[in-house]
Nanobody, 126 residues
């Protein structure tokens, strides 16, 4: 199995910064694209993409994140980060990490699956 754990959320004033972390662990053979998604508090819509980063460090950002957020990756520790600057009230959400993983399901079986973390809450308020 593979576990994904986020950390770093909290309450910040508008204009402030936060750094989120996401670590993947378990029977990982290869960690592929990882990314951050968010869902507004009480929002029933699908999670929206914030940013992704491939295992070759190719990044992709939502328009709302460009210029303010930076995604980075530490392949040695199976970890990604999201540096968020100039935070706005509309950034308030639960932030989820997703990892696309090639993992060892059994002694002879490898599978490619997406794994999600439990989420970390980010609240931007004065």
């Amino acid at each position: 199995q593979v576990t994904v754990v986020e950390s770093g959320g909290g309450l910040v004033q508008p204009g402030g910064s936060l750094r989120l972390s996401c670590a993947a662990s378990g029977n990982i053979f290869a960690l592929k694209t990882m990314g951050w998604y968010r869902q507004g508090l009480g929002d029933q819509r699908e999670r929206e993409l914030v940013a992704t980063i491939s295992n070759t460090f190719i990044t992709n950002y939502a328009d709302s994140a460009k210029g303010r957020f930076t995604i980075s990756r530490d392949n040695a520790n199976n970890t990604i980060f999201l540096q968020m600057n100039d935070l706005r009230p509309e950034d308030t959400a639960v932030y989820y990490c997703k990892a696309n993983v090639l993992w060892k399901k059994s002694s002879t079986w490898y599978a490619n699956d997406d794994f999600w973390g439990q989420g970390t809450q980010v609240i931007i308020s004065s």
